[in-house]
């Protein structure tokens, strides 16, 4: 990843939490600004590292097992979810085509390796832009539970960054959500101070 600043927002009903995401290389930072919490994510082949801590200069506690399942700061968001690992599981089985917003995509299939909230991942790849526009945690049953939507990008930097993703947490066996957490990128600068 490039050395980035994101400056945004999480939403969660009425709830807006500002946020600044840091960038470089393998690690990505979350900072939730109005509440003494910090999550790094550093990405590795094997899954990711997932730490906590209050603030700077603390150090980083591992969030591991059945703490990875647990939501952050009150949304929809989980701490596994933050660093998408489900696309570094092994052994993605394809499952055909289908259309996503108008956009033709391949659609694939994983199972987690380690304790997950999801009993498989299903997502869709763009065809046209190459990248993931929409994730489905499922349950035992098959049944989506979680859906994970990426609505907009930015183009900044000279690169391409996430402008908004859409969490929402489905009642099992339909497309309905109980609840939705938007993750949304305002600007972008080059520097992440990391």
């Not at 701490?79 to 391949?106: A, H, N």
């Not at 999801?118 to 035992?140: E, F, H, P, Q």
């Amino acid at each position: 990843m490039k050395d980035l600043k994101l400056k945004g927002k999480v939403q969660f009903g009425e709830k807006k939490i500002p946020i600044v995401v840091r960038t470089k290389d393998r690690l990505l930072q979350f900072e939730f600004q109005d509440r003494p919490l910090q999550v790094r994510v550093r990405f590795a082949p094997e899954g990711s590292l997932i730490q906590r801590r209050a603030k700077d200069g603390e150090e980083w506690q591992v969030v591991t097992g059945v703490e990875k399942t647990k939501a952050v700061a009150g949304t929809d968001l989980a701490f596994e979810d933050l660093g998408i690992d489900f696309l570094r599981w092994p052994d993605p089985q394809p499952c055909g085509e289908d259309s996503v917003m108008m956009l033709d995509c391949w659609v694939y299939e994983v199972v987690p390796p380690v304790e997950s909230n999801y009993a498989k991942v299903r997502y869709w790849i763009s065809k046209g832009y190459k990248t993931m526009i929409r994730a489905d945690g499922l349950n035992g049953k098959g049944q989506p539970i979680k859906r994970f939507t990426f609505n907009s990008v930015i183009e900044a930097e000279d690169t391409v960054v996430i402008g908004e993703m859409k969490v929402a947490k489905l009642t099992p066996g339909t497309d309905l959500s109980v609840t939705r957490t938007y993750v949304q990128v305002d600007t972008v600068e080059k520097g992440s101070g990391l």
